[in-house]
């Protein structure tokens, strides 16, 4: 004998908690995605402003002899837009005379540092925020004062 014949389930739609889970699985997805993002833009930001530091150290190596004497010193300042600070040291460089000074070269060497630190205007004033800093030092053959 045959039992009698089930009928067919229907399963035209998800159920509630099929959707939910979808729901939930979904926001996880898009909040990690997010944050990749967000990683991406802060990268990018801190690599700009490293460039916008080491372009500036170089101008500034660059302008020793030309358009700055290379005198002895310090130097300091602040970009126009207050995001970047620079100092620019400039010192003689120690050399070896193997001929006991009897001879003096017409030029001297100077060391020039140029150190830029990027300014983080929403970085907590208390020193606990961390700062970025480009340093550039070269070697400058200045003529050497005649006494």
Same mark, same amino acid.
């Given at each position: ?25 979904? &926001? =996880?997805?898009? /909040?990690? *995605? $997010?944050? !990749? ?7 990018? @930001?801190?690599? +700009? ?5 080491? &372009? =500036?150290?170089? /101008?500034? *190596? $660059?302008? !020793? ?7 002895? @010193?310090?130097? +300091? ?6 995001? =970047? ?15 006991? @000074? ?26 606990? @925020? ?18």
């Amino acid at each position: 004998m045959i039992g009698p014949i089930a009928a067919p389930r229907r399963s035209d739609g998800f159920t509630l908690l099929e959707v939910i889970v979808a729901v939930i699985i979904a &926001a =996880l997805c898009l /909040s990690a *995605l $997010a944050e !990749v993002f967000a990683g991406g833009v802060r990268a990018a @930001g801190a690599t +700009s402003e490293y460039t916008r530091a080491t &372009a =500036l150290a170089q /101008s500034l *190596l $660059a302008g !020793v002899g030309v358009e700055k004497t290379a005198s002895d @010193g310090v130097e +300091s300042g602040l970009t126009p837009d207050g995001q =970047l600070n620079w100092m620019l040291s400039i010192t003689p460089e120690p050399v070896d005379e193997a001929d006991g @000074g009897l001879v003096r070269p017409p030029l001297e060497l100077k060391r020039v540092v140029a150190r830029v630190v990027a300014v983080d205007a929403g970085a907590p004033q208390n020193g606990t @925020g961390r700062s970025r800093a480009v340093e550039l030092s070269t070697l400058v053959a200045v003529p050497r004062q005649t006494p």
